[in-house]
Nanobody, 121 residues
């Protein structure tokens, strides 16, 4: 079994910062790409940022230059540093990871339970 557990969400004022964490645990042989998504009420889930096992990153245009994704492969953890937060950034943020659970298994996608980010004065 593999679990992804997010943390770090909360209430922040516009212009503020938050750092989200997502730790993967369980039967893990290797982790390929790790991705943050978000979903606001009434909207579709959207990709925020991703990082590959080789530390190649990708960002949604709406968060470029404000958010930074990073990973600690030794801890199976991905982070999302969010700066200059705007009310439009408010959403439930989900962690996603593509994981191989053994040398001979295929890749499988796992999701965390989500963490709420609220941006309000």
């Amino acid at each position: 079994q593999v679990q992804l557990v997010e943390s770090g969400g909360g209430l922040v004022q516009p212009g503020g910062s938050l750092r989200l964490s997502c730790a993967a645990s369980g039967s893990i042989f290797s982790i390929n790409i790790m991705t943050w998504y978000r979903q606001a009420p009434g909207k579709e889930r959207e990709l925020v940022a991703s990082v590959t096992s080789g530390d190649t990153t990708n960002y949604a245009d709406s968060v470029k230059d404000r958010f930074t994704i990073s990973r600690d492969s030794a801890k199976n953890t991905v982070y999302l540093q969010m700066n200059s937060l705007k009310p439009d950034d408010a959403a439930v943020y989900y962690c996603n990871a593509v994981i191989r659970t053994s040398r001979f298994s295929g890749l499988r996608v796992y999701w965390g339970q989500g963490t709420q980010v609220t941006v309000s004065a």
